[in-house]
């Protein structure tokens, strides 16, 4: 494809904790764009200190998209974001030449860049059926049937995420088909060219930057908004990390200092998996957050 001013979508992803929301608002602001959040829990108006959504200083520089919009008890997924996003994108285009798109969510950046495949929605009632099923006699029987009906697919998810194993066994269920059947994974046509960058820091500095913040969210008030959430746990919104270790110290199962060691913990086992994901894409330029320039360099000449 020619290179073209027109409909190009910037995209800023990385680990958790490396700076992206700001570096995406000063790429923003020097593109004259808005910023499309691709983060599968800032959706939810509910979570702000845990899950680090922007400040209301930093929504008052540069307009966000997708960002505290819907409430926990709200059901979402990744199909109706990809169609939001790309009727917003459709309208943003025929008047502004870019979009910035950041996230760590690497599932939410894909649905809109490559498209995601047409998979029925969620039943409400299989799915209470098997998140009681789950619920009463743990993972194991679910991993179970997930092989019987889809040994492809079981060999390939991560068997410790039950969300995943739920999802597939839901459309192995409703549809009579194996979930990776239905999964195509072909790239559909869009109408916009992405360019992305990816951000990253030596692992060390990472780490501490992550142990950093949970600190600071802790004196920021996490516990309180956590306490606030109780009534609400068992939502899927809520399956997060810094509310489950706290909902724990909650229930009397860990002290508060255990807590805060394992939500640095996971935190650091997310990023690890976050970069894995998204080092496995070859089109993503890689810079240290620090490098604002030269990825504004690199941006200006792709376009």
Same mark, same amino acid.
């Given at each position: 494809?020619?290179?073209?001013?027109?409909?190009?979508?910037?995209?800023?992803?990385?680990?958790?904790?490396?700076?992206?929301?700001?570096?995406?608002?000063?790429?923003?602001?020097?593109?004259?764009?808005?910023?499309?959040?691709?983060?599968?829990?800032?959706?939810?108006?509910?979570? +702000? *200190? &845990?899950?680090?959504? !922007?400040?209301? /200083?930093?929504?008052?520089?540069?307009?966000?998209?997708?960002?505290?919009?819907? %409430?926990?008890?709200?059901?979402?997924?990744?199909?109706?974001?990809?169609?939001?996003?790309?009727?917003?994108?459709?309208?943003?285009?025929?008047?502004?030449?870019?979009?910035?798109?950041?996230?760590?969510?690497?599932?939410?950046?894909?649905?809109?860049?490559?498209?995601?495949?047409?998979?029925?929605?969620?039943?409400?009632?299989?799915?209470?059926?098997?998140?009681?099923?789950?619920?009463?006699?743990?993972?194991?029987?679910?991993?179970?049937?997930?092989?019987?009906?889809?040994?492809?697919?079981?060999?390939?998810?991560?068997?410790?995420?039950?969300?995943?194993?739920?999802?597939?066994?839901?459309?192995?269920?409703?549809?009579?088909?194996?979930?990776?059947?239905?999964?195509?994974?072909?790239?559909?046509?869009?109408?916009?060219?992405?360019? +992305? *960058? &990816?951000?990253?820091? !030596?692992?060390? /500095?990472?780490?501490?930057?992550?142990?950093?913040?949970?600190?600071?969210?802790? %004196?920021?008030?996490?516990?309180?908004?956590?306490?606030?959430?109780?009534?609400?746990?068992?939502?899927?919104?809520?399956?997060?990390?810094?509310?489950?270790?706290?909902?724990?110290?909650?229930?009397?199962?860990?002290?508060?200092?255990?807590?805060?060691?394992?939500?640095?913990?996971?935190?650091?086992?997310?990023?690890?998996?976050?970069?894995?994901?998204?080092?496995?894409?070859?089109?993503?330029?890689?810079?240290?957050?620090?490098?604002?320039?030269?990825?504004?360099?690199?941006?200006?000449?792709?376009?």
């Amino acid at each position: 494809m020619e290179k073209s001013l027109k409909n190009i979508l910037v995209v800023i992803c990385g680990p958790t904790a490396v700076g992206k929301t700001k570096v995406s608002i000063q790429i923003a602001k020097a593109l004259q764009s808005e910023i499309i959040s691709a983060d599968s829990r800032q959706i939810y108006k509910e979570l +702000k *200190i &845990g899950v680090a959504s !922007p400040s209301a /200083e930093e929504l008052m520089v540069v307009h966000h998209h997708f960002a505290g919009h819907l %409430s926990v008890h709200e059901y979402y997924n990744i199909s109706r974001f990809e169609q939001e996003v790309i009727l917003w994108l459709d309208s943003w285009f025929r008047e502004h030449p870019i979009a910035v798109m950041t996230g760590g969510s690497g599932l939410y950046i894909d649905a809109v860049c490559k498209g995601i495949d047409d998979l029925p929605d969620a039943d409400p009632e299989l799915r209470n059926e098997l998140k009681n099923n789950f619920k009463k006699d743990g993972i194991e029987p679910l991993k179970l049937k997930l092989k019987t009906l889809d040994p492809d697919y079981y060999g390939k998810v991560d068997l410790n995420n039950p969300n995943r194993i739920l999802r597939a066994l839901e459309v192995c269920i409703i549809t009579g088909k194996s979930y990776s059947a239905l999964r195509k994974n072909q790239a559909k046509t869009r109408s916009f060219r992405t360019i +992305k *960058i &990816g951000l990253n820091l !030596p692992r060390e /500095e990472l780490y501490k930057r992550i142990e950093d913040r949970v600190d600071l969210m802790m %004196s920021q008030g996490l516990l309180q908004e956590v306490k606030g959430l109780q009534p609400y746990r068992d939502l899927n919104a809520l399956n997060t990390v810094g509310y489950k270790e706290l909902f724990d110290f909650l229930d009397e199962r860990i002290t508060l200092k255990e807590a805060i060691v394992q939500i640095k913990t996971s935190t650091k086992r997310y990023a690890k998996r976050q970069l894995t994901w998204f080092k496995k894409d070859p089109a993503i330029h890689w810079f240290h957050p620090d490098e604002t320039d030269k990825i504004l360099d690199l941006i200006r000449s792709e376009c």
